[in-house]
């Protein structure tokens, strides 16, 4: 989770496109249920999505960290955020879209909680409602061993966050080590992710059992593939 970096992830995810992608996401909602008003981001994150989306749509986001969804509604004061995990949760409404990107859904980490998550968001579709989720890597796909490096530089903020991709059987194993340098001083901290490593058989079983007819588009928004999923 991102509890120790939330307050810099905004500046760390500064190079993604959001205004681009929430523009394709509108794009493929309308196309497939012309007229949608009602969406719900799932693991909105700090609202890089719902910042663009809700001058469109009637908006909700969920997240399970409530540092982000601090930022996030710092970001987007008019939209409802709940705080809820994305294998289970119950909002006692329904939406004519629902949005899990940015590769999310990877922190379900099981194939099992994976199946739970499809069928919580399927659950909060209108009939006919449209079901956007961008994949984490697939298994063959992720490459242990591989070093990685993130540099933030801002007049007033510094930040370079190294890592190694790690694995533990079917989780991608990422452990970050931060170093920032404020005005304030220079700390340092490492945070870890586990993210499954799902095929598409996986994701496109779950989406079924879900109840959800399945379009499949390998590039989707940032070249990480799209499941595009109707009620
Ligand atoms: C890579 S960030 C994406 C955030 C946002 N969608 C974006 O595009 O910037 C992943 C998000 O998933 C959230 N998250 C992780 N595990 C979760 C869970 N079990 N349930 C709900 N949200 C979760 C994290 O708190 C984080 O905000």
Redesign the pocket.
């Known amino acids: 989770?991102?509890t120790r970096s939330a307050a810099f992830y905004d500046a760390v995810?500064a190079w993604k496109d959001y205004a681009e992608e929430s523009a394709a996401v509108d794009r493929l909602i309308q196309e497939r249920r012309p007229g949608a008003r009602t969406l719900l981001?799932v693991?909105?994150?700090?609202g890089?999505?719902l910042r663009h989306l809700c001058k469109h749509y009637e908006s909700e986001g969920?997240?399970?960290?409530p540092e982000?969804l601090a930022l996030g509604a710092a970001n987007c004061p008019e939209v409802p955020l709940h705080e809820?995990?994305?294998?289970g949760f119950e909002l006692d409404r329904r939406f004519d879209a629902v949005t899990c990107?940015?590769?999310?859904i990877g922190?379900a980490r099981t194939p099992e909680r994976l199946e739970s998550a499809a069928a919580a968001m399927a659950r909060h579709l209108e009939p006919g409602g449209v079901l956007l989720v961008e994949p984490w890597l697939s298994p063959d796909e992720w490459k242990v061993g591989k070093p990685h490096l993130l540099v933030v530089d801002e007049p007033e903020l510094k930040i370079a966050r190294a890592n190694t991709s790690g694995r533990d059987g079917r989780v991608s194993v990422v452990e970050f080590h931060y170093v920032v340098a404020t005005p304030e001083g220079v700390e340092h901290f490492t945070e870890l992710h586990e993210l499954g490593l799902f095929t598409h058989e996986e994701y496109t079983a779950a989406f079924e059992r879900a109840g959800l007819r399945i379009e499949h588009d390998p590039d989707g928004l940032m070249g990480r593939g799209l499941y595009v999923c109707m009620s």
């Open positions: 989770m991102f995810y981001d693991a909105c994150g700090t890089g999505h969920l997240d399970a960290d982000m809820g995990d994305l294998t990107l940015f590769s999310s922190y």
